[in-house]
């Protein structure tokens, strides 16, 4: 993120001018000598010596560039809560004034599970860079570099896609397996069995269940799924889209002479809907009644869940360099040196996850969660070289003792269409948007193996490839953190997880 990479940058910047004041008295460190020259021929040829070494210690300011392709691993996660157990909704029950045939009970509901398992943050590969800047003198130097992601974004869709019925790009319409032109019994389905009247429609119950811990009371309400009349006879008319205030149908109240014809469903058969207008003590005046035994549990399926994280890697470092003396080796020895480094260093993780989830008795809804690890402390390297010819070959280990400050943020929104005493919806349910924050502190460890190879094209300039491996110990992901409970979501402490990064570099050296 640019960002991130300007504030490397500045906190880069303020570090070499620290080490530019009061440089001037100084021979050799820390940012080079008073009396420091160069021929400027980038393009000279590469003297070696007869042991395959570089004819003498070079001095001077270096500058690498490293593309990186690096893989970030994955992390398990599902959507929805763990604990919370739903059943399928009864749709048809049995009176109470019938009675009971043992031998002829209609089936118990099944119980629903989250389906989704296996969601992003999944194991994936993404392109950065790595920047590092120094000065080398007589077996001493410095080092500044700066890691410039990899940033890598993955998403997943699930569900039914809807049709784009008026070519704005906006799916309207139903899904595709179902024709649009759908407005009377001729295209319901297969075989001869019931059709729904006029344009109703039976649909709005979704395809991808997520489960919410919720209050108690928070997911029933009054539905109107079949016909107050025909009952069983003709079976679910309407869905979760049909409720008060936008019925989703035109005609329904002409189809059949009857204007209760969208009274709630009578749960329980007694004989009174969810909600009813009649004259209970004969005055005359209609008196308004519920029927409490009518109300009935809701489950949550969305029509379609799209999932999207980003996980970013950032970072700055500052190194001192002493290369280890190897005098005391012969001189076929002289071409592998041992190079001893200290500093600081800070790295930023950031982890993203969210969630928009479309249709259902909810409406609309998105959470967006993110966790920012601010990992900082000292590192402590040590690195081998073996030069042979034109070729280098590295073998670069570091560890940092990090202290990590993770920052986790959510905001959403939830029931974007929710009406409290609305049909076919939770009663007591409306639009809740939120927004949450927490902050953890840990240890978290950090080691990297860095192996390269370059070869020396002239004596200022060479190409390198390698491999760089990462272990970062006890941060906070995104995704695991969510808590899934209405109506506003939540943090969940699922404790630190080990990260593990590592990928190719492909990368070029200038010396100055």
């Known amino acids: 993120m640019n960002h991130r990479l300007r504030n490397l940058l500045t906190t880069a910047g303020f570090a070499l001018a620290a080490l530019l004041d009061g440089a001037s008295a ?64 009864v749709v048809f029950r049995v009176n109470p004034q019938d009675e009971v045939d043992i031998f002829n009970l209609p089936p118990g509901p099944h119980r629903i599970r989250n389906t989704l398992n296996d969601v992003p943050p999944k194991a994936g590969f993404a392109f950065g860079n790595r920047y590092e800047l120094g000065y080398q003198d007589m077996g001493h130097g410095w080092t500044i570099g700066i890691l410039d992601g990899p940033e890598l974004n993955q998403g997943e869709f699930y569900g039914f896609t809807r049709v784009d019925t008026n070519g704005d790009g906006i799916g309207d319409g139903l899904p595709p397996f179902i024709d649009p032109d759908y407005t009377d019994g001729d295209d319901v389905g297969p075989g001869d069995g019931p059709i729904a009247g006029g344009d109703l429609r039976a649909f709005g119950f979704g395809a991808v269940p997520i489960l919410f811990d919720a209050p108690d009371g928070l997911l029933v309400g009054f539905r109107d799924y079949v016909n107050f009349i025909a009952g069983a006879q003709i079976g679910t ?28 469903d009578d749960i329980d058969g007694d004989g009174l809907p969810g909600g009813d207008a009649i004259d209970l003590d ?83 809804s998105f959470w967006d969660t993110s966790f920012i690890n601010s990992i900082v402390g000292p590192q402590l390297g040590l690195k081998w070289v073996n030069q042979r010819q034109r070729w280098r070959i590295t073998a670069d280990g570091r560890f940092m003792f990090g202290y990590n400050t993770a920052d986790w943020d959510q905001f959403g929104l939830i029931g974007e269409r929710l009406i409290p005493g609305a049909l076919n919806a939770p009663l007591f349910g409306r639009p809740t948007a939120f927004s949450h924050g927490v902050q953890e502190r840990d240890f978290s460890p950090v080691a990297e193996l860095r192996l390269q190879a370059a070869y020396q094209l002239t004596t200022s300039l060479a190409l390198k490839a390698g491999y760089t491996g990462s272990f970062v110990g006890n941060i906070r992901r995104a995704a695991p953190s969510v808590r899934y409970s209405l109506p506003d979501m939540g943090f969940v402490d699922t404790g630190g997880q080990d990260l593990l990064i590592n990928g190719f570099d492909l990368g070029i050296e200038f010396i100055h």
């Open 237 to 264: 008319q309407g869905g979760p889209f049909l409720y008060v205030g936008n019925y989703g149908a035109s005609d329904e109240d002409t189809v059949l002479a009857f204007d209760f014809f969208r009274l709630a």
């Open 282 to 364: 004969g005055d005359g005046d209609i008196d308004m009644i519920v029927d409490w035994d009518d109300l009935h549990r809701f489950n949550i399926f969305f029509d379609s869940v799209t999932i999207r994280n980003t996980t970013e890697t950032d970072g700055v470092e500052l190194m001192w360099s002493h290369v280890l003396s190897n005098n005391h080796h012969q001189a076929k020895h002289q071409n592998n040196h041992v190079v001893l480094s200290f500093g600081a260093r800070f790295l930023e993780l950031y982890d993203e996850f969210r969630v928009d989830a479309f249709g259902s008795i909810m409406g609309n």
């Open 26 to 89: 100084q021979e050799n460190l820390p940012t080079g000598p008073a009396n420091y020259e160069h021929d400027f021929q980038l393009f000279a040829p590469l003297l070696l010596d007869l042991d395959n070494s570089l004819e003498d210690q070079w001095s001077g300011y270096f500058f690498h560039y490293d593309k990186l392709f690096w893989s970030y691993s994955g992390e398990r996660v599902a959507v929805g809560s763990p604990t919370a157990v739903e059943f399928a909704e």
